[in-house]
């Protein structure tokens, strides 16, 4: 019964270094969503996209980029990892109004 | 504003309780509310959801009350049980596409 799949649970890199997670959602969704979550702050935004090749920013864009080059695919890349972006992602889709389903988050820690 | 390491309001009820778990939302033209449940290391999953043309909503041992007059949303498990324990959080959408999700509740189940 696999709906969001992220390509890793668990990853450590270091400073500096070009990471990308990858989410696959295998539900047909028009938007896909990745949101960073943090003790005590939730879940953030960080960016959506709304068909393939269409993005747009959420509540904290910087330091990320994305790519939406097909429609379940939905990667998210730090272009140079930083310590204050260790944290859990979490990559999510939806369709129209339903509620978003999310993956099962990926643990990155940036040593 | 927030602060990074700020705990979770916890909730302690005994296993065959009911658990009240609340939520504040922020904005009145939010029409569309989802319940998530988050289990350690897992992803959110999908609980419940109201429209806001709805004041109440049941599922299987789980009620979900909107009160918009004071923007409140609460989510009540009946007979709470340990499998219950997690975080518990809201969601809300008031933008085609873009959910807004609550910091969350961490609900502990005493055997």
């Known amino acids: 019964d696999v709906k969001v799949t992220q390509s890793s649970r668990y990853l450590v890199k270091r400073t500096g270094e070009k990471v990308f997670l990858e989410c696959v959602q295998d539900m047909d969704h028009e938007n896909m969503f990745w949101y960073r979550q943090d003790p005590g702050l939730g879940l953030r935004l960080i960016y959506f996209?709304?068909?393939?090749?269409?993005?747009e920013k959420g509540d904290i864009p910087e330091g990320y980029s994305v790519s939406r080059e097909k429609k379940e695919r939905f990667s998210l890349i730090l272009e140079s990892a930083s310590t204050n972006q260790t944290s859990m992602y979490l990559c999510a889709s939806s369709e129209g109004m339903a509620g978003v389903t999310f993956g099962p988050g990926t643990r990155l820690t940036v040593t | 504003g927030e602060s990074v390491g700020l705990h979770l309001p916890t909730l302690s009820v005994q296993e065959g309780d009911n658990s009240i778990i609340n939520c504040a939302y922020s904005n009145s033209a939010s029409d569309y509310f989802i319940w998530y449940k988050q289990e350690s290391g897992k992803g959110p999953q999908f609980i419940i959801d109201i429209r806001s043309n709805m004041d109440k909503r049941q599922g299987q041992r789980v009620t979900v009350l909107l009160n918009k007059t004071v923007k409140h949303l609460s989510l009540q498990i009946a007979a709470t049980q340990p499998g219950d324990s997690a975080v518990y959080f809201c969601?809300?959408?008031?933008?085609?596409?873009?959910?807004?999700f609550g910091s969350g509740t961490k609900l502990n189940v005493k055997p």
């Open positions: 996209s709304y068909d393939v090749k269409m993005k």
């Open positions: 969601a809300e959408n008031n933008n085609f596409n873009k959910f807004y």
